[in-house]
């Protein structure tokens, strides 16, 4: 079975239709990138995989682990294991970062019939994963992102991903913003949890973040439909022709 | 008397309350003559409505319609379950003064645990030994005269200079009377330099529908340095109308909180004067309402001489079909140059038909100040609820969440870490009662 399947997607958002018929397959341990101009459509396929309210489903289903995600509320899905690192993560003003960890960790857990993490090794996690993605302890006892740079808030989502180690990780535009040092530190926190039992989405407008995350698929996504699959080679030849090429195929 | 006065039904009814009262409400004749006087001053005026410029938001006419009846004087049973209510809302460590249906409790009350610069009496035994002089203050308010005319006890503290009391002074309101009015007044006399922290509560035990009109007079004195929170946790039916008359003296430290989460319909009236210079003023509030209650704060900040600054900061958090009132008053007067006055108040808005009402507002006499205010209202933030629920928050925990960062930023005020905790406690409760 596949881990996630798209079929046939078609999506709404105020009455202009998005997604035209979007179907896409993605396999445990896979990682794919989704390419595409502006307002192709790749964010919101990730919104809608991730829940995010304000679409309109007309068409097509969204399948997970067999399941019909379409019917799950957001909270649902993350405690299934869909992980959606934001474009733009959000600031949280007084929650701080820690507390807002372990609550989120436990409500999953919960979800799941899990017992609650223990706080001693919840700390040890937090603190050996922050430790790798170069994230200072203080930065865990500020507000949710608050006053963070671009690149530590994109650091805050992958610590993130590797404390609820989901199933599926969707990448919006982690690149959105990251200068070249940053957005190394942030690829290889995410190499770090490539793993034959996660698969990756890597939506990216440039082929630059995919020379650090490798991808073993990449579609090229144009008005609002997959229009090319390939493999990595076809992100450098995009780099190369450009995404002209699919505007009238699409 | 005349009672040809026009009055409305409800106004007839205090009326009747007053006369059949008398003989309950201690004091000598000439005490019972200064009550009078200000049981007149209160048919005059009437229940407050929505003409009068303080009351326009928190019309008392609609809203509460009528004045009950004089608690009882609690029995036994009545006080024994004022015990269980001490226990469950007691702060820990606190020295405890508990008022039972508007009368002092001595055997529910930690006197003998205070400190040697504490010392305590109640309102009956100051009214019936000394003068009616803690029933006159300055103010024209219907509410106060009508809680003068009424008042049958309170706690009378002072604290002498200097003291530094690790242990709060905790005043307990306790309601167990149901349907039935307790009308309490009490004064709190702090001393220069000293350090201390008083808490009052308000809290049910079984009572239901019962209405409170407390009046507290503070005076602190220079170089103080004094915490004073007041938690206004009542039953959801209970009517509470509170006034706090507070002046302040030179180089002292005031953080005055209120948090209101209960009563059908309630008010906190602060009226704070700042006497002396070089003094820092915080008032921080919380109103977390829902069903159909009316919280009200009202806060009016008197900057009377130069050199004091004050910081207000209000949160408001209305589900349902609350209604929530706050008007901030910052009043410089001609001579107060150099004062430095902010107030902030936020609402947040958790459904359709919850309401708030902002009335900021800023009386400068002075050419040399630095005042400012700032009022917003909305809804939680969709795009922060998402973030929070794709986390794998449930809706309503990520609702709560936010909630608590919302009005974090009144209750972070609150210096003492414990009582900090237990004010996060309470409204946690609301919380749970929310979901």
Avoid at chain 2, 254 to 282: D, K, P, Y
Wanted: net charge negative; with cysteine; charged share 25%.
């Amino acid at each position: 079975m596949a881990l996630l399947e798209v079929k046939d997607l078609k999506v709404r958002v105020e009455e202009r239709e998005i997604l035209h018929g979007l179907t896409l397959t993605v396999n445990e341990g896979e990682v794919h990138a989704i390419m595409g101009p502006n307002g192709s459509g790749k964010s919101t396929l990730s919104h809608v995989i991730a829940g995010k309210p304000g679409y309109e489903v007309t068409d097509g289903q969204i399948l997970f682990k067999g399941e019909d995600l379409l019917e799950m509320d957001p909270e649902e899905r993350a405690a299934k294991g869909v992980f959606l690192a934001f474009q733009y993560p959000v600031e949280i003003p007084g929650v701080a970062t820690m507390n807002f960890l372990r609550t989120a960790l436990n409500a999953q857990r919960k979800a799941r019939g899990e017992s609650e993490y223990s706080t001693p090794d919840f700390l040890k996690k937090v603190r050996e994963v922050s430790k790798s993605l170069n994230i200072p302890q203080d930065m865990l006892k500020r507000g949710v992102n608050v006053g963070f740079s671009g690149g530590e808030k994109k650091r805050n989502e992958v610590l993130q991903m590797a404390l609820f180690e989901p199933s599926l990780c969707i990448l919006d535009e982690m690149d959105s913003g990251l200068d070249i040092d940053a957005l190394r530190i942030a690829a290889d926190g995410v190499n770090a949890l490539r793993s034959p039992k996660r698969a990756m989405v890597v939506i990216t407008h440039y082929q630059r973040l995919l020379n650090y995350i490798v991808p073993d698929f990449v579609h090229v996504m144009s008005k609002g439909r997959v229009v090319k699959s390939g493999d990595k080679q076809l992100a450098l030849e995009l780099e190369e022709s450009g995404y002209t090429q699919f505007e009238d195929a699409a | 008397m005349n009672v040809a006065l026009a009055k409305t039904g409800t106004g007839r009814a205090v009326s009747d309350l007053f006369t059949s009262a008398e003989g309950r409400l201690p004091g000598s004749p000439a005490v019972i003559a200064v009550r009078r006087q200000a049981f007149e001053t209160y048919e005059r005026l009437g229940l407050p409505h929505r003409r009068l410029e303080e009351w326009k938001y928190t019309d008392l006419r609609a809203l509460v319609g009528e004045v009950l009846p004089l608690a009882a004087t609690p029995d036994a049973a009545a006080l024994s379950r004022a015990a269980e209510a001490v226990k469950a809302h007691g702060f820990a460590g606190a020295r405890k003064l508990v008022l039972v249906d508007g009368m002092f409790a001595a055997d529910l009350s930690d006197v003998k645990a205070l400190a040697s610069e504490v010392s305590v009496k109640t309102l009956r035994e100051t009214l019936e030994k000394e003068s009616g002089d803690l029933l006159a203050t300055a103010s024209t308010d219907a509410m106060i005269s009508l809680n003068a005319a009424m008042a049958t006890d309170g706690v009378v503290v002072s604290i002498a200079d200097g003291a530094q009391l690790s242990a709060p002074i905790q005043i307990i309101h306790i309601a167990t009377a149901a349907s039935a009015s307790a009308f309490t007044r009490s004064q709190l006399r702090i001393g220069n330099g000293v350090r201390a922290t008083i808490i009052e509560s308000f809290v049910a035990a079984g009572a239901a529908a019962y209405q409170v009109n407390d009046a507290v007079l503070v005076t602190i004195g220079d170089n103080a340095d004094v915490a004073h929170i007041r938690l206004m946790d009542d039953a959801p039916d209970a009517v509470n109308i509170t006034s706090e008359i507070i002046t302040v003296g030179a180089n002292t430290k005031l953080n005055f909180f209120n948090m209101t989460t209960g009563g059908a319909v309630s008010r906190l009236q602060g009226f704070i004067t700042l006497a002396g210079e070089g003094s820092e003023l915080a008032v921080n509030g919380v109103n977390l309402l829902k069903k159909t209650e009316h919280g009200d704060s009202t806060l009016v900040v008197d900057h009377a001489v130069p050199h004091c600054t004050s910081r207000e900061i209000f949160r408001a958090v209305i589900d349902d079909r609350a209604h929530s009132v706050f008007q901030g008053r910052i009043i410089v007067r001609p001579d107060a140059q150099k004062t430095d006055g902010k107030m902030m108040t936020r609402a947040l808005l958790l459904s359709d038909e919850a309401e708030a009402d902002n009335k900021p507002e800023l009386e400068i006499f002075a050419d040399d100040v630095s005042c400012g205010h700032g009022a917003t209202a909305g809804a939680l933030d969709d795009s922060l609820l998402f973030y929070l629920r794709a986390r794998g928050l449930p809706e309503k925990d990520a609702q709560a969440l936010l909630i608590q960062a919302f009005v974090g930023e009144a209750i972070e005020q609150i210096a003492d870490d414990d009582l900090r905790e237990h004010v996060i406690g309470i409204a946690e409760r609301w919380l749970e009662r929310r979901s």
